[in-house]
């Protein structure tokens, strides 16, 4: 499974953007990048995700880097609910274990007001 | 939608004791996944179900670990006898289906510990 690289903390003052980076220097032609989030207690949430192209949704905005071996999750006006361990997980379309998500250590994102 | 549901939320046990695991998916979706989490480990897949049937249990630590889903809406993750190593929080999560971009909603956990 190809594996991805982020910084173990970052820190951020409220209401103001964070960029997430997350190297994937292995990763092939048909893998998703997908981001999830888990706040304290609780269960990790969806953030989003994408292929190659720069993708927008309500909680964050996506960036992903011509080459893909890296990407960059983007929020941008951190609230204090924002605070959070952030993962970004690949997801390879063609094999059997594509169901799988699969977890590294993540971001810790800590927002300071 | 209520959400996947766990319960209990928290369990304290004895070594040895038997311990069992509940999650209700959201309505409709059609995979179930159990994890569990710990400091030293992170987020483990333990075994993922499609359709009411197991697909990969190549995470289930050992025998002392099995799942269940005798219907769409109902899935337990039962060990027997439980250990003090086996002390995580094991979450439940579900999917529509198992395509590539199917996103996985979270239950809130149960928190074990195995004394």
């Known amino acids: 499974d190809a594996k991805t690289t982020q910084p173990n903390s970052m820190e951020s003052n409220e ?18 990048i997908h981001w999830y989030r888990q706040l304290p207690s609780q269960g990790p949430e969806y953030v989003i995700h994408g292929l190659t192209s720069n993708v927008n ?3 964050a905005s996506l960036a992903i880097a011509e080459d893909r071996k890296s990407s ?12 959070a361990v952030y993962y970004c997980i690949l997801r390879d379309v063609g094999r059997d274990s594509n169901y799988q998500l699969i977890w590294g250590a993540g971001t810790k994102l800590i927002i300071k007001p | 939608d209520a959400g996947v549901i766990q319960s209990p939320r928290h369990e304290v ?32 897949l333990l ?7 197991p697909i990969d249990d190549s995470g289930m630590p050992e025998d002392r670990f099995s799942a269940k889903m005798p219907n769409a809406s109902f899935s337990t993750l ?28 979270f239950g809130p956990g149960t928190r074990l510990t195995v004394l």
């Open chain 1, 15 to 32: 209401e103001e953007p964070v960029h997430l980076p997350c190297n994937h220097s292995t990763i092939s032609g048909t893998d998703y």
């Open chain 1, 57 to 59: 949704n309500r909680m």
């Open chain 1, 72 to 83: 960059t999750l983007i929020l941008h006006r951190a609230t204090l609910r924002d605070a």
């Open chain 2, 13 to 44: 046990t004895e070594m040895g004791q038997e311990v069992t695991l509940r999650c209700k998916p959201i309505s409709g979706h059609n995979s179930l996944f159990w994890y569990r989490q710990t400091m030293m480990r992170g987020l483990e």
């Open chain 2, 47 to 53: 075994i993922y179900f499609n359709n009411n049937v």
């Open chain 2, 78 to 105: 039962k060990i027997q006898p439980s250990e003090p190593r086996d002390s995580a929080v094991y979450f439940c999560a579900s999917a529509q289906g198992y395509i590539i971009t199917d996103t996985q909603y």
